[in-house]
Each structure stands twice: as structure tokens, then as C-alpha cells.
């Protein structure tokens, strides 16, 4: 299964500011999720990364909010903008793209807003 | 649409001891069943899986058979251990032009020495 990257792995930030989230696989795949875990809570989809096309953002999420690239097959950012406390969750980008495999999963960006 | 009800946690049990996660779950066509695990601080790792009626998943001593007339997926473990505890969520994934997966809450598991 492949091999994800995700950093940085947790910060800190004030809020009003933007923070971008940096996913690297080691294969070429065409699907990437990002996902949110707010405390306590299970995941979220908030888009789905296609490369060489827009985003497709989940109800609730959108595009100015969560500015997602996908520059090629092997890479996609995150961009939290305009920070508040309520942003304050886990981030985790998956790729997948097949239904019966599992889907592999970074180890998240533990996201804190003060 | 998709929708993944789990057993409400936390669970706590003592080390040694018998584990059942119950999950149902509701879903157009025939989805695709996956428990996940998430350590402390860590991020999700699959931990078995089951894509037709009547599979079998297992890894680690972990085991989840796929119930289509039940539409369940209750994870088992017939002794825990400590570094079992963790958070199981139970997801599944229906195909479709998305191939996005729909998790359950979640159960916190804390196994005791």
C-alpha cells in the first residue's frame, strides 16, 4: 500500500491565519481525500483532490475556507484560511480510489487555534 | 444515503479479556466493510477488511464477518491486550463515482493490565 507523508504534524496558530498542510505519497494515485476529526469526534470528508481538476468539496466545506491543489499525482495541499478556535481538529489527507482496498491514511496534522 | 452506527464507548476491560465492537450499517449496492484503529496521537491504520457477503476480515487477532441480513460488521477479539487500547471506527466504502468512505463515531477502548 503506499506510503503517505503529511506535515507538519501538529501547530499552533493565531487565529486570522492560514495554515497549508502538505500530503506526499511515494506512488502516483489518483484520488486524495482530506478529512477532519474534530475532537472526540469521527471523520469528515471535506474534499476529495483530483489532479488536473477541481476539487470536490463535501456539504459544509468550501472552496475559500479550504483551498485544496493538487499540482500532480503525488502531492496535495490544504490551506486552512482565516483561522478560528472551531478550526481546531485533526487533518488527515487518504488516498484510495478503488472500492474494496483499504484506504491509506497520513498520520494528521494536529491543528490547535488560539 | 450511507450511514455507519457504532457501539457507543468508552469500553473498558481488563487485559486478557473478550472484545466485541457491534457495527451496523445502512448503504446502497453492496459496500465494502473496514475497521480502522487509531492509536494514541497517532493517525488511522486499517486494521481488517471485508468486501462481499459472508467474508471473513482478521488481522492481529482482530476478526469481522460481513452480514449482509444483518447489515453488521462487529469486530471480535477473543483476548485482549493492553496495547490494544485505542479508537476503532468502523467504516464503509459504497463505490459510486466518489469512493469516498463513511465512518461510524468511533469506540474508545482502554484494556486494563
Known amino acids: 500500500s503506499a506510503v503517505i507523508s503529511q506535515k507538519p504534524s501538529r501547530d499552533i496558530c493565531q487565529r486570522g491565519t492560514s495554515l497549508t498542510i502538505q500530503c506526499q505519497v511515494d506512488?502516483?494515485?489518483?484520488?486524495m481525500f482530506w478529512y477532519r476529526q474534530q475532537p472526540g469526534q469521527s471523520l469528515t470528508l471535506i474534499a476529495t483532490?483530483?489532479?488536473?481538476?477541481?476539487?470536490?468539496?463535501e456539504s459544509g466545506f468550501v472552496i475559500d475556507k479550504f483551498p485544496i491543489s493538487r499540482p500532480n499525482l503525488t502531492f496535495s495541499t490544504l490551506t486552512v484560511s482565516n483561522m478560528s478556535p472551531e478550526d481546531s481538529s485533526i487533518y488527515l489527507c487518504s488516498v484510495g480510489g478503488v472500492k474494496d482496498y483499504g484506504y491509506t491514511f497520513g498520520s494528521g496534522t494536529r491543528l490547535t487555534v488560539v | 444515503g450511507d450511514s455507519v452506527t457504532q457501539m457507543e464507548g468508552p469500553v473498558t476491560l481488563s487485559e486478557e479479556a473478550f472484545l466485541t465492537i457491534n457495527c451496523t450499517y445502512t448503504?446502497?449496492?453492496?459496500?465494502?466493510l473496514f475497521w480502522y484503529v487509531q492509536y494514541p496521537g497517532e493517525g488511522l491504520q486499517l486494521l481488517l477488511k471485508?468486501?462481499?457477503?459472508?467474508d471473513k476480515g482478521s488481522n492481529k487477532g482482530f476478526e469481522a464477518t460481513y452480514r449482509k441480513e444483518t447489515t453488521s460488521f462487529h469486530l471480535e477479539k477473543g483476548s485482549v491486550q493492553v496495547s490494544d487500547s485505542a479508537v476503532y471506527f468502523c467504516?464503509?466504502?459504497?463505490?459510486?463515482?466518489?469512493?469516498?468512505?463513511?465512518f461510524g463515531k468511533g469506540t474508545l477502548l482502554t484494556v486494563n493490565p
Open positions: 471485508a468486501t462481499k457477503a459472508d
Open positions: 467504516a464503509l466504502n459504497s463505490g459510486g463515482s466518489n469512493y469516498k468512505l463513511t
Open positions: 448503504a446502497t449496492g453492496y459496500p465494502s
Open positions: 506512488s502516483q494515485v489518483t484520488m
Open positions: 483532490a483530483n489532479q488536473g481538476s477541481e476539487a470536490t468539496y
